[in-house]
């Protein structure tokens, strides 16, 4: 059995049936530690939680790691948390993991986005900018829009806050380059109409190889049972196992409903 934390990075998509796949809602503190005591074959982040609620610790990871738990990373939390932990032996998958990796991206408000509660399949409600500079890249490519159009667009979509970015709020921004006196606004409608969905792209990615896993190299290191850590682990416990009591139904995706249940901020 493998464990998959994911949300908005896969919402709407109708995914093939694995028996052998378990997708829980985006990763928050203590969540990996306690997939752990499941003894999965693998573990993939895509998405985790951040905005008023404690991110995955790293911790976790290293501890998955150290009992011989592969854990892929991908798209969002997952791309950052592999960018900082794959000399440690985590697994990166996708484009956006090799731009943290590489430090062309930087700032956690690429992939961070504002998100439709469960009910609603955890559907995107603002832009991230990894969407963003990828649907502009390909209009450039495709001559859709010149190159310092392209770039005035991505500026002014990096100056809004990521809860408030979407299409007409960077169109809407000074700094974006205006519609009328472009002179032909269907350049511009394009980019909405044809955005790249990269998180998408890379979480599908990670699916993939995990139905082929990778063999990581093993990389040795001392994992520290701190005080800090032992606080951790004996509050999560008290949580329980996702697959265990009342709370069961929080953590498990119905395969038939493909429906997320998570509210909130992600990146």
Do not use: C
């Not at 999965?40 to 738990?69: M, R, T």
């Not at 943290?100 to 504002?114: K, T």
């Not at 990096?158 to 205006?178: G, H, L, Y």
Request: aromatic share 8%.
């Amino acid at each position: 059995m493998k464990i998959v934390f994911a949300g908005p990075s896969l919402a709407g998509e109708p995914l093939q049936d694995q028996h052998d796949l378990e997708l829980r809602p985006p990763v928050k503190q203590g969540d990996l530690y306690l997939a752990t005591l499941d003894r999965p074959s693998a573990i993939g982040i895509i998405d985790g939680v951040f905005d008023g609620v404690p991110s995955v610790w790293h911790k976790e990871i290293l501890w998955a790691l150290a009992h011989g738990i592969p854990v892929y990373g991908s798209s969002s939390m997952g791309a950052l948390r592999a960018a900082e932990l794959d000399s440690f032996g985590m697994i990166g998958v996708g484009t956006i993991y090799q731009a943290y990796r590489d430090g062309v991206f930087e700032d956690d408000d690429e992939v961070a986005l504002q998100h439709g509660p469960a009910e609603m399949g955890y559907a995107p409600l603002t832009l991230p900018m990894v969407n963003v500079r990828a649907t502009v890249a390909e209009a450039v490519s495709a001559d859709i829009l010149r190159r310092d159009e392209g770039d005035a667009v991505t500026a002014a979509a990096k100056a809004i806050f990521f809860k408030r970015r979407t299409w007409d709020a960077v169109f809407a921004s000074p700094a974006a380059p205006a519609k009328k006196a472009a002179g032909d606004a269907d350049r511009f409608d394009w980019l909405e109409n044809n955005t790249v969905d990269q998180k998408k792209r890379d979480a599908l990615s990670l699916l993939e190889q995990l139905g082929n896993p990778a063999i990581a190299d093993a990389v040795a290191f001392d994992f520290e049972q701190t005080e800090m850590w032992e606080r951790g682990v004996s509050e999560w416990q008290n949580r329980g196992s996702p697959r265990d009591g009342a709370n069961a139904d929080e953590y498990r995706l119905v395969p038939q409903e493909r429906l997320f249940r998570w509210t909130g901020s992600e990146n």
